[in-house]
């Protein structure tokens, strides 16, 4: 496995190579940190006896992403760069999870939503040999696994949907948000029938689960984000990035808000990267892929255990 990993890491980056892309380096411990609803990133504190005097403000995290940093190197010039990443997140284990996991991550300008699908589906062509993805809406992947319109249907409808479908309700569900009852029926409905005959590429998701993502123009109850799935897997997350600062410092407070509700704790809503998008964020397309869940794909892995040389209760 050690070696299937080493073969498609070279491959990767021989990938990127020839279209270009600059390797870097950012860092895994930050004072910034990505600001995401349902994010449980780890934060840490030197051990120097002082723990308790620790102030709002001093805190670093390791990283679920280098996302921040990257963005700020296109910020300061750079124009196509790409990394392989340890990311971390405070999540159990399970087949899919590790709290520490090989991300790769990557960045270009000039790029647009097409663009970045178009990128997307040669890696996973050239390095899993499973054929060419196929793109889908995320409407019409509601509309043929659902039968119903994710975008105008009320979350009455939703609930009727998860009921005909025998969706089994999570006891901590909030029972009137939209996207809540979207997620579950993705995860229960439609994930797993995605990229079982081939690639599949969902895209142009509600505006509300934009993340770092814009939204389309013209069409502004859609975000211009786009997910690879194989035999039901996510594997890559990608947005035609947001570069405007102020939507990013709104977006930041409302999800504050909605981890209040939720009962998690706030996270910092200031960072270098908007600093960063202030200066001048170029348009750009950006790509995040789960390597350890792209070699499950690629050798038929079923555990993200067998895949890793030490998974976390080995580590």
Not at 53 to 79: H, I, N, V, Y
Not at 108 to 133: N, P, T, V, W
Not at 215 to 233: C, I, M, N, S, T
Not at 257 to 273: C, I, K, N
Request: glycine letters at 6%; charged letters at 30%.
């Amino acid at each position: 496995m050690l070696q299937a990993r080493a073969a498609l890491l070279r491959a990767l980056r021989r990938f990127f190579d020839v279209r270009g892309f600059l390797e870097v380096e950012t860092p895994c411990l930050s004072r910034d940190i990505v600001v995401e609803r349902h994010l449980r990133p780890w934060r840490a504190h030197p051990l120097d006896g002082r723990e308790n005097e620790a102030k709002q403000g001093d805190d670093w995290w390791l990283q679920s992403s280098p996302e921040f940093a990257m963005k700020r190197l296109l910020a300061a010039g750079a124009t196509a760069i790409f990394q392989v990443s340890h990311a971390f997140r405070a999540e159990e284990s399970g087949r899919l999870h590790n709290p520490e996991f090989t991300l790769v991550e990557w960045y270009r300008i000039d790029d647009d939503l097409e663009d970045g699908m178009l990128l997307l589906g040669q890696l996973c062509e050239e390095l899993l040999g499973k054929g060419a993805a196929s793109p889908v809406s995320y409407a019409d992947a509601f509309q043929r696994y659902v039968s119903l319109d994710p975008h105008q249907a009320s979350v009455e409808d939703l609930r009727e949907a998860a009921r005909k479908f025998d969706v089994s309700i999570p006891p901590s569900m909030s029972m009137g948000d939209k996207d809540e009852w979207l997620n579950l029926l993705l995860a229960e409905l439609v994930e797993p029938k995605l990229g079982q005959e081939q690639p599949t590429i969902l895209f142009d998701y509600p505006a509300s689960q934009a993340a770092l993502a814009r939204r389309r123009q013209g069409k502004p109850w859609l975000a211009e984000r786009f997910e690879l799935y194989v035999d039901g897997v996510e594997l890559a997350n990608g947005y035609h990035e947001l570069c405007n600062a102020e939507e990013l410092r709104r977006r930041n407070a409302t999800v504050n808000t909605q981890r209040a509700s939720d009962g998690d704790s706030s996270l910092p809503e200031e960072s270098r990267l908007l600093a960063a998008m202030e200066h001048g964020l170029p348009p750009c397309t950006g790509v995040a892929l789960g390597f350890d869940r792209f070699v499950m794909a690629a050798t038929g892995a079923k555990s993200i255990r067998e895949v890793l040389a030490f998974p976390a209760d080995r580590a």
